[in-house]
């Protein structure tokens, strides 16, 4: 998968997070539909709990910003995920009260995400 690329989904390497804010900025997603991308920890090198989102609209969005609900520190990894929307148009959904909605985007058979480490 090319990133950055307008002719394949995924998500830039060049984010930034503003600890004052709390607030990870996406420079570029490239998503294959509507959805939401979702900013998980790092649990022993596999995505761990979902900290943020934001709504992403099918192409390109350029300077995401999601607000996260704890701010990580320098060196932490983070996985920005591409989760679909296929609930309730805007609202994301997945694993709230067990949902399946909003599942996260695939594309060649692999999940839609980038590990970046905050600096």
Request: hydrophobic share 35%; glycine share 12%.
């Amino acid at each position: 998968m090319k990133l950055n690329s307008p002719d394949s989904p995924g998500v830039g390497p060049d984010s930034t997070v503003d600890t004052s804010t709390g607030t990870l900025t996406v420079k570029l997603v490239t998503a294959p539909e509507d959805g939401f991308l979702v900013v998980h920890t790092m649990v022993d090198g596999r995505p761990g709990e979902a900290i943020g989102h934001a709504q992403v609209k099918k192409g390109e969005n350029s300077g995401v910003p999601v607000i996260l609900d704890t701010t990580p520190k320098s060196g932490d990894e983070l996985t920005l995920m591409l989760h679909a929307d296929t609930g309730t148009p805007g609202k994301y959904e997945f694993g709230m009260d067990g949902s399946t909605e909003d599942a996260p985007a695939m594309a060649d058979g692999k999940v839609v995400m980038e590990t970046v480490t905050v600096k």
